[in-house]
């Protein structure tokens, strides 16, 4: 099982970023992103089951991000919009199957995720 983020970079406050997860290896999953913006610990954003496409999102997230999957490809997006500077964080993907076994509060937990790809640094800055 392989997941690989990718898409982070320098943006300015209120633009839009989308990032890639791309996964391997996994079947009925649901795929999670976090964050750890420096010196605080690593917090969940969302969250999306791969079979329904049912998706979660943190209150500080909810309405300026969106959690996508394309199952032909194996990719998990993030795009997320009106950024702000305490978005700053380096962005992580978490896969976990099969997904209808973990409840929506289990998924946003991290110790309910086995593998994890390297994260990708969003800098949201003037």
């Known amino acids: 099982v392989q997941l690989q983020a990718s898409g982070g970079g320098l943006v300015q406050p209120g633009e839009s970023r989308r990032l890639s997860c791309t996964t391997s290896g996994l079947n009925y999953y649901a795929i999670g992103w976090f964050r750890q913006a420096p010196g605080k610990e690593r917090e969940w954003v969302s969250c999306?089951?791969?079979?329904?496409?049912?998706?979660y999102y943190a209150e500080s997230v909810k309405g300026r991000f969106t959690i996508s999957r394309d199952k032909e490809k194996n990719i998990a997006y993030l795009q997320m919009n009106n950024l702000k500077s305490e978005d700053t964080a380096v962005y992580y993907c978490?896969?976990?199957?099969?997904?209808?076994?973990?409840?929506?509060?289990?998924?946003?937990?991290?110790?309910?995720?086995?593998?994890w790809g390297r994260g990708t640094l969003v800098t949201v800055s003037s």
């Open positions: 978490a896969g976990v199957g099969p997904a209808t076994y973990y409840s929506a509060r289990l998924l946003q937990t991290d110790r309910s995720y086995d593998y």
């Open positions: 999306i089951r791969s079979n329904d496409g049912t998706s």
